[in-house]
């Protein structure tokens, strides 16, 4: 358990050194950040129009799905995270959960599928950006809006963690309220169809089961509930860790999926035409249904809002994966670990790793300019990814609890904790299946197991940089000390 210094700096963590972040962050902003990462207003808003045209009315069932799915990882994580409050979140918690080995590839996938995510959220973003700002919306307009999101990010990310807290809370407002105001006018001003809607799929499975459609369908499911991770990320930033990080995880879980939820029915019910939609016909029902039902100024208000979220969301992405990297940097366990580790004392913040963060993305954003499918992709890698690394820890704690770990942090799941534990697995790897299962025969081999390809790449990578540097073996971290009497194996 952590405590906060006069000086507002943290106290070590037992078995840890002091940190060099300061407890700024109160409950709200913790729950704020996590919030704003998850976004309910970037996944629905980025992905309706595709999953609208995969899986018809009821592709919105996959939040519920993936929510209940995503809820038992939340569980866990609130475990781990009340005994390990360390900053970095996944990297530290599988280096305690099982060792250095199995920590180190945790890290490495999170890392990169956190920096293709802050991507996925910037490009979404470039449509709504033309829209605002009244010009015709291209893939090169679409990847300089992109850095330019990433870059403003960056900059208020420097300004620190109370800059952070505010962009966090300034994010959730706007998003929360601008969600409930826009979904209310849609229901009682520009609704055409009854509820029974979502039992109908409107001909997008064709004259084969449903069940394929659908789980192509739920990757806006997928891509809603993740971020709630976020929340310990910023451990070393947030008063009695133990307590807050829980719950706040928990609260992410609960609000943002209900204000996803809430966002995706009330657009589904404003679609005039679905075969439109299914068909290709109307590719983009969520602007259509927005200048319908708004008009030309209501709908750049509401674009406006949509933007803050967007940025919002970039934000709070960019501040995990700059702290994973300074995590995983103070720990020596990556190439320029002496740049990456260094810390602004004005600012509390890691400016080289947050410079990776942007730097990165931005880069990746340039070279979609390849792909003529190139968010799906993005999106598709970055789910992918963020799954990988969620069930790593997932294993290693489930791996932790079978040689007899119990947890002694300030949240416990007591008797639940096993089961939990192995339902969270079990969803998880049903998730990363159907997120790598090709669904286009028809396209070139490469470019149908694009997602799988590009994952084996940053495994076989990763493993060739591991054990070609044995950067996983510096530092003095714990590690593997879940277990007391268990060397560290892995």
Same mark, same amino acid.
């Given at each position: 358990? =952590?405590?906060?210094?006069?000086?507002?700096?943290?106290?070590?963590?037992?078995?840890?050194?002091?940190?060099?972040? *300061?407890?700024?962050?109160?409950?709200?902003?913790?729950?704020?950040?996590?919030?704003?990462?998850?976004?309910?207003?970037?996944?629905?808003?980025?992905?309706?129009? +595709?999953?609208?045209?995969?899986?018809?009315?009821?592709?919105?069932?996959?939040?519920?799905?993936?929510?209940?799915?995503?809820?038992?990882?939340?569980?866990?994580?609130?475990?781990?995270?009340?005994?390990?409050? $360390?900053?970095?979140?996944?990297?530290?918690?599988?280096?305690?959960?099982?060792?250095? *080995?199995?920590?180190?590839?945790?890290?490495?996938?999170?890392?990169?599928?956190?920096?293709? +995510?802050?991507?996925?959220?910037?490009?979404?973003?470039?449509?709504?950006?033309?829209?605002?700002?009244?010009?015709?919306?291209?893939?090169?307009?679409?990847?300089?809006?992109?850095?330019?999101?990433?870059?403003?990010?960056?900059?208020?990310?420097?300004?620190?963690?109370?800059?952070?807290?505010?962009?966090?809370?300034?994010?959730?407002?706007?998003?929360?309220?601008?969600?409930?105001?826009?979904?209310?006018?849609? &229901?009682?001003?520009?609704?055409?169809?009854? &509820?029974?809607?979502?039992?109908?799929?409107?001909?997008?499975?064709?004259?084969?089961?449903?069940?394929?459609?659908?789980?192509?369908?739920?990757?806006?499911?997928?891509?809603?509930?993740?971020?709630?991770?976020?929340?310990?990320?910023?451990?070393?930033?947030?008063?009695?860790?133990?307590?807050?990080?829980?719950?706040?995880?928990?609260?992410?879980?609960?609000?943002?999926?209900?204000?996803?939820?809430? =966002?995706?029915?009330?657009?589904?019910?404003?679609?005039?035409?679905?075969?439109?939609?299914?068909?290709?016909?109307? +590719?983009?029902? !969520?602007?259509? $249904?927005?200048?319908?039902?708004?008009?030309?100024?209501?709908?750049?208000?509401?674009?406006?809002?949509?933007?803050?979220?967007?940025?919002?969301?970039?934000?709070?992405?960019?501040?995990?994966?700059?702290?994973?990297?300074?995590?995983?940097?103070?720990?020596?366990?990556?190439?320029?670990? *002496?740049?990456?580790?260094?810390?602004?004392?004005? *600012?509390?913040?890691?400016?080289?790793?947050?410079?990776?963060?942007?730097?990165?993305?931005?880069?990746?954003?340039?070279?979609?300019?390849?792909?003529?499918?190139?968010?799906?992709?993005?999106?598709?890698?970055?789910?992918?990814?963020?799954?990988?690394?969620?069930?790593?820890? $997932?294993?290693?704690?489930?791996?932790?609890?079978?040689?007899?770990?119990?947890?002694?942090?300030?949240?416990?799941?007591?008797?639940?904790?096993?089961?939990?534990?192995?339902?969270?697995?079990?969803?998880?790897?049903?998730?990363? $299946?159907?997120?790598?299962?090709?669904?286009?025969?028809?396209?070139?081999?490469?470019?149908?197991?694009?997602?799988?390809?590009?994952?084996?790449?940053? !495994?076989?990578?990763?493993?060739?940089?591991?054990? +070609?540097?044995?950067?996983?073996?510096?530092?003095?971290?714990?590690?593997?000390?879940?277990?007391?009497?268990?060397?560290?194996?892995?």
């Amino acid at each position: 358990m =952590t405590a906060g210094t006069p000086d507002g700096t943290a106290d070590a963590v037992p078995g840890e050194e002091k940190s060099e972040f *300061r407890k700024e962050m109160g409950p709200w902003a913790n729950f704020a950040l996590g919030f704003t990462y998850l976004s309910p207003v970037v996944s629905t808003y980025t992905l309706f129009g +595709t999953a609208l045209a995969d899986g018809g009315p009821p592709m919105i069932w996959a939040f519920v799905m993936a929510g209940c799915g995503q809820f038992l990882v939340a569980l866990v994580f609130g475990e781990v995270v009340a005994q390990y409050p $360390v900053a970095g979140g996944v990297y530290p918690w599988a280096r305690r959960l099982w060792g250095k *080995r199995w920590a180190w590839m945790t890290g490495w996938v999170y890392m990169w599928a956190l920096l293709v +995510t802050i991507t996925s959220v910037a490009y979404g973003a470039g449509p709504y950006i033309a829209i605002l700002l009244g010009f015709r919306p291209t893939v090169h307009t679409t990847v300089l809006c992109t850095i330019a999101l990433i870059v403003i990010s960056v900059l208020i990310n420097y300004a620190g963690t109370k800059a952070l807290s505010w962009a966090a809370l300034i994010g959730f407002s706007a998003e929360l309220l601008g969600a409930l105001v826009v979904g209310i006018i849609l &229901l009682t001003t520009h609704r055409f169809h009854g &509820l029974g809607v979502l039992f109908d799929d409107y001909g997008a499975s064709g004259d084969g089961s449903y069940l394929p459609v659908f789980l192509g369908a739920a990757i806006i499911g997928f891509y809603q509930y993740y971020g709630f991770e976020a929340c310990g990320d910023v451990a070393e930033e947030v008063k009695h860790p133990g307590k807050v990080i829980p719950k706040a995880m928990r609260r992410t879980i609960y609000v943002g999926g209900a204000a996803a939820t809430f =966002t995706c029915l009330t657009l589904l019910l404003a679609v005039v035409d679905y075969r439109a939609v299914i068909s290709g016909e109307d +590719t983009d029902p !969520v602007v259509r $249904v927005l200048f319908d039902a708004l008009g030309e100024a209501g709908a750049r208000t509401v674009m406006a809002v949509v933007l803050i979220s967007f940025l919002s969301c970039t934000i709070s992405l960019q501040a995990a994966a700059g702290r994973l990297i300074y995590s995983y940097a103070r720990d020596e366990m990556i190439i320029g670990h *002496r740049l990456l580790r260094q810390f602004s004392s004005a *600012r509390a913040v890691p400016p080289y790793a947050l410079l990776v963060s942007a730097v990165l993305p931005a880069l990746i954003a340039v070279g979609s300019l390849i792909s003529e499918d190139a968010l799906t992709k993005i999106v598709s890698f970055a789910i992918l990814g963020i799954y990988a690394a969620f069930q790593m820890v $997932v294993l290693a704690a489930l791996r932790a609890r079978l040689k007899g770990w119990k947890p002694s942090g300030e949240y416990k799941l007591g008797r639940w904790g096993l089961l939990v534990n192995v339902g969270a697995l079990a969803y998880g790897i049903f998730a990363i $299946v159907n997120i790598a299962w090709p669904r286009t025969p028809e396209a070139p081999w490469y470019d149908n197991w694009i997602v799988l390809l590009s994952g084996g790449v940053v !495994v076989g990578v990763g493993l060739v940089y591991m054990f +070609t540097t044995h950067h996983y073996g510096r530092g003095d971290a714990p590690s593997g000390n879940a277990v007391p009497d268990e060397a560290d194996t892995a």
